[in-house]
């Protein structure tokens, strides 16, 4: 608290000091190099740019978009919805569906659980005969197809329901019982490192 009131005074605070011309110069030949090497806008000062308007789509509730600070799912990413079983995380994410389909978006979901319910999902606003599904036999095919539909460009939003249901082909073909130790731990690693690099 003490401290608190300090810097609240303006007391004890550390003057900033000039950068000295010789380290500007070294760092815009680095820089000079990297835009040369990497291409231009491959680092940038962040003063130096103004801040670009994130693309989202509407999580269904204006209350999460105001928590989420940009108004929905930020496009072109990769979001987890985490919580403990039947609490809401599938409906989060067909409400997702139904907000992309509604501002024109072609949306997909793949159903590793086999579980979808197309009456469900109608009731929350999904057009569910122009929604295109998957509904894969193992963890690599789930992941290669949403690999696929990511590299169409043409998906607005892809939905895997669920992660704990992309269960390796490895376990599945083999005996009950037989220990497969981390198969979808390596799965996912590989998975995320790859549809991240292609989003």
Not at 41 to 65: R, Y
Request: aromatic content about 4%; proline content about 4%; cysteine-free.
């Amino acid at each position: 608290m003490a401290e608190e009131i300090i810097n609240q005074e303006g007391a004890n605070q550390p003057q900033r000091k000039e950068v000295s011309p010789e380290k500007l110069k070294a760092l815009q030949v680095a820089m000079d190099k990297i835009d040369k090497t990497f291409g231009s806008g491959s680092i940038m000062k962040l003063g130096d740019d103004h801040i670009e308007d994130i693309d989202v789509i509407p999580t269904g509730s204006i209350g999460l978009d105001n928590a989420l600070g940009v108004g929905g799912y930020p496009r072109g990413r990769i979001i987890e919805i985490y919580g403990p079983e039947a609490s809401g995380k599938t409906t989060l994410a067909i409400h997702a569906i139904a907000e992309a389909q509604k501002m024109g978006g072609i949306a997909a979901i793949i159903d590793a659980e086999h579980a979808f319910d197309r009456f469900y999902a109608e009731s929350l606003g999904v057009d569910v005969n122009n929604l295109w599904i998957s509904q894969p036999d193992n963890g690599e095919q789930a992941l290669e197809i949403a690999d696929q539909l990511i590299r169409s460009s043409a998906i607005d939003i892809i939905v895997i329901d669920s992660v704990a249901a992309l269960t390796p082909k490895a376990e599945i073909e083999g005996e009950m019982g037989e220990s497969k130790m981390g198969l979808q731990a390596r799965l996912m690693s590989q998975a995320l490192r790859k549809l991240t690099a292609t989003i």
